[in-house]
């Protein structure tokens, strides 16, 4: 009787675990003959290698595993394994396997006379070695030598370098980082051209294995520091999904805190500027954004745009950005609790035109505002899911559409429409995106407090906030510097932008072992051309 569909299927199955178990068995014995230490340890097997790797990646068809007759070697033969798409076959072929079969040399010395690829060692580590395959470097296995060679033949596949899609700036440099840690510890390199920069790289994960390093000057950053930073992420244990965000919640301070205490970039100058202030940047291969320790609060209101324009410009645009803040946190607090709570605050022509647009409404100033809230949220959610195009129409015409519609369908007053607007556009004018989300929480817990205890809830939540955030610390910085504690000699930088002829020392929040950060003289200091000339014999 023929066998069903079904099991035909359960047949095929049922082969397939039969002979992964008869590899795997075969390779535990094999490994078994040679020792206790061949489990952890290469011994000079390469048939037992051939059958560990071939029960460790299974029949995957990526996995290259390829004899060669050495003459070296000869009768043996050497196995040279890799992973095809994640190696590059054209340097396999040319740089390993054409040199291979002409050479006589002594498989200890190949490192130094055969092979010619820049990095190359030798490894007897088994971990290491199945991870340096993962990766996409190539393995050969030769008979008699105790080691096995890891060839770096690894491949990258990589966008292009473009602009920064989130910290957008109108002059300066317009490189942002791409996805392959390699490519990011380059730019750095290329945009420093010092030779202080530091890498301590380690792997994170226990199955997805993520390449992570921390990027320092050597000299200028606090060595403690760099082991703080460094033992943080020893400590973490992960199965994968290693990424810049994930991280950060895991070693930062105050890890359950909405507000951020590492700061993320996507733009080079950025993390150079802070390298240069004595901080430590953490590089997660696989993810554009770079994590910046510590970060005080003031640090996110710091781009690259306010060093490429002159000092006045700048400093009247981080003035608007407080003024910003102030208007999207507080405005629509304000407006509830003078019209619900406080109302004899209120001039009394202002009452009369405010109270007399609720008069016919179904709702409460607090219900209003809490509904334009959620459309604004909506909005914004739905502008951002949908393709380019169409989230730029969706965004502004549902605001106008939608705005225009609950006025005129009696939902809520114009006053609510104007001032949920202004806090929508105000929360846009904090230059790092992290914030957004936090100043959003913290303005709809003073609508609820606002619509309560009026200016009293408004003034009482703003001291409990400020209380915790100068208990809040960044990698042992106080989070509120400069203001809490207070370091006047750092306010240069911060609410406003000195010009560069006064900015010799850097801030102390990084505490570097160098705080002189540029030694010029004045202009005035500098003899006049027409002087020197006239000097001259």
């Known amino acids: 009787m023929p066998l069903a569909y079904d099991d035909q299927a359960v047949l095929r199955d049922i082969q397939a675990l039969a002979k992964h178990l008869l590899q795997t068995l075969e390779a535990w014995l094999a490994l078994q003959s040679e020792g206790p230490l061949a489990l952890t340890h290469y011994t000079p097997n390469v048939q037992a290698a051939y059958n560990r790797i071939k029960s460790g990646f299974g029949t995957s068809p990526?996995?290259?595993?390829?004899?060669?007759?050495?003459?070296?070697?000869?009768?043996?033969?050497?196995?040279?394994?890799?992973?095809?798409?994640?190696?590059?076959?054209?340097?396999?072929?040319?740089?390993?396997?054409a040199p291979l079969l002409t050479t006589h040399e002594d498989p200890a010395s190949w490192g130094e006379n055969t092979l010619t690829p820049g990095h190359i060692h030798a490894e007897d580590s088994w971990d290491t070695i199945i991870r340096a395959l993962a990766a996409g470097n190539t393995l050969i296995f030769a008979p008699g030598f105790p080691k096995v060679w890891i060839v770096d033949t690894v491949t990258y596949k990589q966008r292009a370098i473009s602009r920064p899609q989130t910290e957008i700036g109108v002059r300066g440099p317009e490189d942002a980082f791409n996805e392959v840690l390699l490519t990011q510890m380059n730019q750095l390199r290329q945009r420093l051209l010092d030779p202080s920069l530091r890498f301590h790289q380690m792997v994170l994960g226990e199955r997805q294995h993520t390449p992570v390093a921390i990027a320092y000057l050597d000299g200028l950053t606090n060595p403690a520091l760099v082991e703080t930073g460094i033992a943080r992420l020893e400590q973490v244990k992960i199965s994968g999904r290693a990424n810049a965000t994930m991280i950060s919640g895991l070693i930062r301070d105050h890890?359950?805190?909405?507000?951020?205490?590492?700061?993320?970039?996507?733009r080079v100058d950025v993390a150079c500027w802070r390298l240069l202030e004595g901080k430590?940047?953490?590089?997660?291969?696989?993810?554009?954004f770079v994590l910046i320790a510590p970060a005080p609060l003031a640090d996110f209101y710091r781009t690259s745009m306010d060093y490429a324009e002159v000092w006045y410009d700048s400093s009247f645009v981080r003035i608007i950005r407080l003024l910003g803040w102030i208007l999207g946190v507080y405005f629509p607090a304000l407006y509830i609790a003078l019209?619900?709570?406080?109302?004899?605050?209120?001039?009394?022509p202002l009452l009369a035109i405010t109270l007399g647009s609720h008069a016919a409404l179904p709702f409460?100033?607090?219900?209003?505002?809490?509904?334009?809230?959620?459309?604004?949220?909506i909005l914004r959610e739905a502008s951002l899911r949908l393709p380019k195009p169409m989230g730029t129409t969706i965004g502004i015409i549902g605001a106008i559409v939608v705005g225009t519609a609950v006025v005129k369908a009696g939902f809520v007053s114009p006053q609510i429409i104007v001032i949920i607007t202004l806090t929508a556009l105000s929360f846009y004018t904090g230059p790092v995106y992290d914030l957004t989300g936090s100043w959003?929480?913290?303005?709809?817990?003073?609508?609820?407090?606002?619509?309560?205890?009026?200016?009293?809830?408004i003034v009482l939540l703003t001291m409990t906030l400020i209380g915790s955030l100068i208990?809040?610390?960044?990698?042992?910085?106080?989070?509120?510097?400069?203001?809490?504690?207070?370091?006047?000699k750092d306010f240069k930088d911060y609410l406003v932008r000195a010009p560069y002829d006064m900015l010799r020392q850097r801030p102390s929040s990084a505490r570097p072992l160098n705080t002189v950060l540029s030694r010029h003289?004045?202009?005035?200091?500098?003899?006049?051309?027409?002087?020197?000339?006239?000097?001259r014999p």
């Open 62 to 97: 990526d996995v290259l595993l390829r004899w060669l007759q050495v003459p070296a070697c000869a009768p043996e033969k050497v196995l040279i394994a890799s992973i095809d798409g994640l190696s590059d076959t054209q340097m396999v072929d040319q740089d390993i396997v």
């Open 255 to 266: 890890p359950r805190s909405i507000f951020p205490t590492m700061r993320s970039t996507e």
């Open 280 to 288: 430590i940047l953490i590089l997660v291969d696989g993810d554009p």
């Open 339 to 348: 019209t619900q709570v406080n109302t004899n605050l209120v001039p009394a």
């Open 364 to 377: 409460s100033p607090f219900a209003e505002a809490v509904l334009m809230v959620i459309i604004i949220e």
């Open 440 to 457: 959003r929480l913290i303005n709809m817990a003073l609508l609820v407090t606002a619509d309560i205890f009026g200016i009293f809830g």
């Open 471 to 488: 208990q809040m610390t960044s990698f042992g910085t106080p989070y509120f510097v400069p203001y809490a504690p207070f370091r006047i």
């Open 521 to 535: 003289g004045s202009v005035q200091e500098i003899p006049h051309l027409r002087q020197t000339q006239k000097e």
